[in-house]
């Protein structure tokens, strides 16, 4: 906006003129030249807190009025303010004669200074229109003269007051009506502070009423503000009044428009004062006459903010001004030429305004399109044409005017924060085909087309021959002429000051990097970063030129570390990008960033730039740096030419082994770059591996330099803590002892380097040289120290040069990342997988060996176990060794370790038990140590699992912890299983009598209570069985009464004897054992069984202990029988059978016993069958009474037909009263099946002795 | 005196990850040169389709499915872009010069196609052909016919 003549464009809105408030500058007395006209009274100036506030409210209202958005219906006024003091200016109306002329004959008809007609006005004779006019209507000729006057409240001089107060106001009534102005006086009548107490609202309204009437005011004119509490409420006040006052303004404003088109509707060329004598001696025409008078009319238009109105004018004035009348006879070499153009971009730029005022965007751009090219076609037609640097000039200021005016204006919804790029077209253009240029772009693409026509301008001006650029006073008069009329310089300075031959002109690089700022900022603010790269770019080329090279740096130095561009494949302008960062790193000095660019440069993906080194080593030529820079760069700065995979050889590797594996380096560089040679490679690992130096050794040229892919052996060389251990080798290469010094130099510098790091690394030497195109594959074979996983995860390539070193840093821990295995010959990789940088490393195979020294045979219960382990170093160093002994099962009895001179005992736990840490010292390499474990017995069969777990460490290798784990499964049985039968025995003692009072007798023989009870005699037969794998000694059995209801007694009366050496028992097979039982009652009262509990207890050893000759421990194995109810109250029938001697020829005696140990009296029927087995005698059918408590025996004698075989007595036992048959009990040397009674005959002897014989 | 019809000047294919795919540079009409060259240089080309990609991004946000974005933006009141996303990301930008062709006073044909066809017609210069010019441009309009998409040369 800047080079329009101030005022030409401001925002026009009513001035008032506010006097009173402050005094006249003493020091500058009121103009009286009588060119202007004075209003001044001389009352004094307000004073006090209520005229400061005044005026600063003033001050604010007039810093609104500037403002250029548009005003709306909401808003109450809009007003410029001027704050005077009592005395006043206003400018003289009508233009003074030129004294230098004679006097004329006729009065002469003068007219305003400003117009063309006065021969004083800068116009005379033939001027269109210039900005004073405008500046006259809004800074010196107010719409309303306001001026601020006190009422007194003291009512001795209120009189005198009031007077002087007419008198002054009546004085300047009359000057402004002398004036010829229609200006507007307004009074505003403070009440001072008393005034609330003393004057009542009648004395006010007649003291106002008074100074009304005598100064001939009419009532909308004056004002009375009485005094206000707080300024706040003064604010309303004045606001309300100004409001008022503004519509009075816009009347005054009516009034003037109105008067403009009266005079244009004259339709006659006013005369001017004096005929011009000089120049042209023309006047203006009656179009000009008409343009003026649709200009005025519309800045009328604008002051009273009616837009259409004010449009429609500008229009009609533009089109008169454009049409043939006007421009079109202006010779383009007068000056009236360029103020018509001036003209027709105010108008422009003003119907833009109102066009943005009303929403009309896409009407703006057209009108600013339609503005420039009907301009253009005119300076094509009429003026010098549009190749020169003048007219690029006006083009990039008519763009920026655009820009300007959209912020200035504050177009809604385009602002930064809308994050809008255009706004859609008004609503009046709906349907129409509107160009995408006409939807009104944001400011940004604004400011950018201007930059680029200051570029086409300075192109341009670069093309002004020499002959034009000199200072025109140092060429003839006919050239400088002929130079005006070449060049276009409306608004733009004549060639020798556009682009000397000497000294600087203008500086178009800086203008246009001035608007590239904008405009990126614009861009930014939208997140439109692309584009604002783009200018950063733009902007980054221009201070070049102007050689502000870290201003370059600046501004690309952003895009560069973000990598925009690069990260997405936009190669051609990361290259210019580069290229021009290059360019300004490598003036200013920074080293790092110049060889960051070559590094990446060399790519060749990029162009390759003609006449361009590409070689690293000269990277620095021509730079200017202190000292040798050490240059760190990494591959998210700076992208590189060499790509580099590692893979390992196998997915999986175990301490203590090796693993191949490759580094492949891709030299990715343009075929003209020269090779790279590396001073060295470092490979570093996320994990439990060493890092790894490749250094460049010369000496050991790759043997196959022309194949696109060569695969290189090295050699590591391990250095742990400073001593230097050759590993292991495959392949080994032939080292050099020519050069061995120069080595060990190197080794040191790289011991000192890492000093700091403890671990130690690997090292490795071949020849670091990568060609073009070339893929250098390093072979090497890694010794792995710790488990764990690992994966390489960098790689730093150094570059050494005389000027710099570089360390470049690589990234390889791209997950998924494949990678494959190079072999000789291949261009290819084989064996391609995913993640072939991670290498899982197993831990390192225990030596050491584990073992139970005896194989492990089977446990049972009841035995305590004992076992025996041995360590067996089988590792080549001695190691330290920890134990740690855990046993799981159920229940863990309590244990004893002894390892020699430790000794752990653990008591009985619930599922876990166990001792750790026994350290067992050194043993040393192929020596074993033993060690026991003892067990108590347990009880009951379980399952134990026990792990033995030795923690152990080389003499020679600390830090490798190895373990070794024996874990052992015991499965502990029951070595014997048993069943059981409680058979009846007929108790050989008779009953107690119930009639025998000594026997019933309690009788205490000290503390043993002799029984008295009814007494059974019971015989317990246990079948019991070996579950063990092997032979057992039994060598005692026993039966033990564990429990016996209270009152009942219960003991063994006999039992199998075993011999001293106990028996033999096989696995599998049953043995059987009797034992016999008498239980009884303490009390014949006692009525209730008696319930007994068993336990069959065997005694046994394992046979081979003794073989060992140690203490053949004998186990107890105790088994529950179970529970068995005796002594009960219900009758029973025990048959028992006594066999003859020999001599009675095999008679048998069968003794049929019932027993009635109830309290009843019962009869039992006995019937005996005869049978055909044998012949009996005694009762074939009888009857048996028993008395309560008591028992009888029937007594049959049979004489078995037949021997050696059972005979079955057909007899039958029947209760008489319940007719209930009772079952007959056999005894010893008998049995029962379903039919009954069954009884052994033995075979008679004579029979044996015949067979014997 | 010739009035301008619009042309294609660029087409530009930009994958998902906003990386370049395909880029056609098409010659305009230079009205001072009586030539037809591409508007701009290669690189500026490219500038102008990764521009786009930051329309696409602010666009993405509210537009609606169908990938069709229209008017990306005007880079000036001569190059325009328009832009179109397939479901799989992959963004079709064409870039039209909107005074690209040009096309004699009176005719109403498209006789820029030709490519070198000569005859600056310099005959005439009175404002009144310039707005007969100027009406021209507003009846063609900014469409492209599918005989103009063709490159002209």
């Given amino acids: ?429 709906f349907g129409e085909r509107l160009q995408p240029w006409e939807l009104l772009h944001h400011t940004g693409y604004w400011y950018r087309i201007a930059a680029r026509h200051l570029g086409a301008r300075r192109t341009l001006a670069h093309r002004i021959p020499d002959d034009d650029r000199g200072a025109p006073d140092a060429s003839p008069a006919s050239r400088v002429a002929s130079k005006a009329i070449r060049y276009d310089t409306y608004m733009c300075p004549p060639p020798h000051e556009e682009y000397p031959l000497n000294g600087n002109g203008i500086n178009h690089a800086q203008l246009m990097i001035d608007c590239l700022l904008n405009a990126r900022g614009q861009f930014q603010a939208r997140k439109q970063h692309r584009i604002a790269a783009e200018i950063s770019l733009e902007c980054a080329r ?75 080593a000269k990277s620095l030529d021509g730079v200017s740096s202190t000292s040798r820079p050490f240059i760190t760069i990494s591959d998210d700065v700076a992208s590189s030419f060499i790509s580099t995979s590692f893979a390992f050889r196998s997915k999986e590797g175990r301490a203590g082994e090796t693993c191949l594996a490759q580094l492949s380096l891709k030299s990715e560089a343009l075929q003209a770059a020269a090779p790279v040679t590396l001073s060295s490679i470092r490979v570093e690992f996320e994990g439990h591996l060493k890092p790894i130096t490749l250094i460049h050794d010369s000496d050991l040229q790759t043997n196959s330099s022309e194949t696109p892919v060569s695969v290189t052996p090295v050699a590591l060389t391990e250095q742990l803590g400073g001593d230097t251990k050759e590993s292991d080798q495959s392949e080994k290469e032939d080292k050099n002892d ?83 295995w190079f072999v000789q010959g291949a261009t290819k990789p084989r064996l391609s997988r995913p993640d072939g940088h991670i290498l899982h490393i197993q831990p390192r195979p225990p030596k050491m060996k584990l073992r139970l020294v005896e194989p492990l045979g089977q446990f049972y219960a009841n035995e305590p176990i004992p076992l025996r382990i041995g360590l067996y170093n089988e590792e080549d160093d001695s190691a330290n060794v920890k134990l740690d002994i855990r046993i799981v099962g159920k229940t863990i009895p309590r244990f004893q370790v002894d390892a020699g001179e430790h000794k752990r005992e653990v008591d009985t736990a619930e599922e876990e038990s166990q001792v750790t840490g026994i350290a067992l010292g050194h043993i040393a390499s192929s020596s074993s140590l033993e060690l026991s474990i003892h067990l108590d017995p347990t009880p009951a069969p379980t399952v134990y699992e026990i792990q033995i777990r030795a923690d152990y460490h080389l003499e020679s290798d600390a830090a490798t912890p190895i373990v070794q784990v024996l874990p052992i499964h015991l499965n502990i049985v029951n070595a014997f299983e048993a069943n059981y039968d409680l058979m009846p025995r007929l108790h050989p003692d008779p009953w107690p009598s119930l009639f025998d009072y000594e026997d019933l007798q309690d009788v205490s023989d000290g503390d043993v209570i002799q029984a008295r009870g009814l007494a059974q005699q019971w015989c317990l037969v246990c079948h019991y069985a070996s579950f063990a794998t092997e032979d057992l000694d039994v060598v005692g059995l026993d039966l033990v009464v564990t429990a016996v209801t209270p009152g009942g007694r219960c003991q063994v009366v006999n039992q199998p004897e075993l011999s001293a050496d106990g028996m033999i028992v096989a696995p599998k097979t049953m043995y059987e054992a009797r034992f016999g039982l008498v239980a009884q009652k303490i009390t014949l009262d006692d009525r209730h069984p008696v319930a007994i509990d068993l336990a069959f207890v065997v005694r046994w050893r394992r046979r081979r202990q003794l073989a060992d000759g140690e203490n053949n421990t004998i186990n107890v194995t105790t088994m529950t029988v179970g529970q068995y109810m005796v002594l009960g109250t219900e009758p029973r029938v025990l048959a028992s059978v006594l066999h003859s001697s020999q001599e009675q020829a095999g008679l048998v005696r069968l003794d049929i016993t019932i027993e009635n140990p109830s309290s009843h009296f019962l009869t039992f029927g006995l019937v005996m069958e005869p049978s055909d087995a044998f012949a009996f005698s005694g009762s074939k059918q009888t009857t048996v009474h028993l008395l309560p408590m008591s028992r009888r025996t029937k007594t049959y004698r049979l004489l078995p037909l037949a021997r050696g075989v059972y005979i079955r007595p057909g007899l039958v036992v029947r209760d008489k009263y319940f007719q209930k048959v009772l079952r007959v009990i056999p005894t010893e040397g008998m049995k029962i099946d379903k039919d009954g009674l069954l009884v052994w005959v033995p075979p008679a002897p004579e029979a044996e002795e015949k067979a014997e014989g | 005196m010739s009035a301008a019809i619009p042309s294609v000047a660029c087409l530009g294919v930009i994958g998902r990850n906003n990386n370049p795919l395909h880029i056609s540079i098409f010659p305009s009409y230079d009205p001072t040169a009586n030539a037809f060259t591409p508007i701009r240089n290669p690189l500026q080309f490219s500038l102008l389709l990764s521009s786009t990609i930051d329309v696409f991004d602010l666009r993405s946000k509210t537009s609606t499915a169908s990938g069709d974005f229209g008017l990306l933006h005007a880079i000036d009141d001569r190059l325009a872009a328009y832009g179109f996303e397939t479901n799989t990301g992959v963004r079709m930008v064409c870039i039209v010069d909107m005074r690209g062709r040009r096309v004699e006073a009176g005719g109403s044909g498209v006789s820029g196609q030709g490519g070198g066809v000569a005859g600056a017609s310099t005959a005439s210069s009175t404002s009144a052909s310039a707005a007969a010019a100027r009406s021209s441009v507003g009846s063609v309009g900014a469409g492209l016919r599918d005989s103009e998409i063709k490159p002209g040369m």
């Fill in chain 1, 1 to 429: 906006m800047d080079g329009y003549p101030l005022g030409s464009l401001d925002h026009n809105v009513p001035l008032i003129v506010v006097s009173g408030l402050s005094s006249d500058p003493p020091d500058q007395p009121p103009k009286a030249k009588g060119q202007g006209v004075l209003l001044r009274s001389d009352l004094p100036p307000l004073e006090g807190k209520e005229a400061n506030f005044l005026e600063s409210y003033f001050e604010e209202v007039d810093e609104r009025g500037k403002s250029w958005t548009v005003v709306t219906r909401e808003e109450h006024f809009r007003l410029r303010v001027k704050t005077v003091g009592r005395s006043f200016v206003l400018p003289s109306r009508r233009a003074t004669l030129p004294e230098t002329i004679e006097p004329l004959t006729t009065a002469p008809i003068l007219h305003s200074p400003f117009s063309p007609l006065s021969p004083s006005s800068a116009l005379y004779p033939d001027g269109l229109m210039n900005a004073q006019w405008i500046k006259k209507h809004q800074e010196e000729i107010p719409s309303i003269f306001v001026c601020f006057h006190t009422l007194t409240s003291d009512s001795k001089i209120a009189v005198q007051q009031d007077n002087r107060l007419k008198s002054a106001l009546n004085g300047m009534r009359a000057t402004l009506v002398e004036s010829g102005y229609k200006t507007r006086l307004v009074v505003i009548i403070l009440g001072d502070a008393e005034a609330k107490t003393n004057l009542t609202a009648e004395i006010i309204q007649d003291r106002l009423e008074g100074v009304r009437r005598g100064t001939g005011l009419d009532p909308k004119s004056i004002f009375y503000i009485p005094p206000q509490e707080s300024p706040s409420e003064l604010r309303r006040v004045m606001d309300s009044i100004f409001a008022l006052l503004y519509n009075t303004a816009i009347e005054y404003y009516r009034d003037l428009g109105r008067h403009a088109r009266k005079k244009r509707s004259r339709g006659i060329v006013p005369q001017p004062t004096l005929p011009p004598t000089s120049g042209t001696s023309q006047t203006l025409s009656l179009p000009d006459w008409n343009f003026r008078y649709d200009f005025k009319s519309a800045i009328f238009a604008e002051f009273r903010q009616e837009i259409d109105a004010a449009i429609r004018s500008f229009e009609q004035a533009y089109e008169i001004l454009l049409g043939q009348d006007v421009l079109d006879i202006i010779p383009s070499w007068s000056p009236r030429w360029n103020e018509a153009r001036l003209l027709a971009d105010i108008i422009s730029i003003r119907c833009l305004r109102l066009h943005l005022w009303m929403g009309q965007t896409s009407l703006a751009v057209r009108r600013w399109q339609s503005h420039r090219d009907r301009i253009s076609d005119f300076v094509d037609r009429r003026g010098r044409g549009t190749n020169n640097y003048g007219w690029q000039a006006w083009e990039s200021r008519w763009a920026m005017v655009m820009a300007n005016m959209i912020e200035m204006v504050e177009v809604p919804g385009l602002g930064p924060s809308t994050m809008t790029i255009f706004l859609q077209p008004e609503k009046a253009l």
């Fill in chain 1, 542 to 616: 221009e201070m070049a030129t102007l050689g502000s090279w870290n201003e370059v740096l600046a501004m690309l130095r952003p895009l560069w570390e973000d990598k925009s561009f690069r990260s997405e494949w936009w190669l051609d302008i990361s290259e210019e990008i580069l290229w021009v960062m290059r360019r300004a790193a490598a003036e200013t000095g920074r080293a790092d960033i110049v060889v960051a660019i070559d590094w990446e440069l060399m790519n060749e993906r990029f162009t390759p730039r003609k006449k361009w080194h590409y070689d690293l």
């Fill in chain 1, 738 to 820: 020519g050069d061995g010094d120069e080595d060990k130099a190197k080794d040191e510098d790289e011991v000192e380097d890492k000093d700091d790091e403890k671990e130690g690394q690997l090292t490795g030497k071949c020849d670091l040289t990568l060609r073009p195109g070339h893929r250098q594959v390093f072979e090497m074979n890694i010794p792995l120290r710790e488990p764990g996983q690992a994966s390489a995860s960098r790689v730093v390539l150094t570059y050494k040069t005389d000027t710099f070193e570089l360390d470049y840093t690589l990234s390889l821990s791209e997950s998924g990342k494949i990678t494959g």
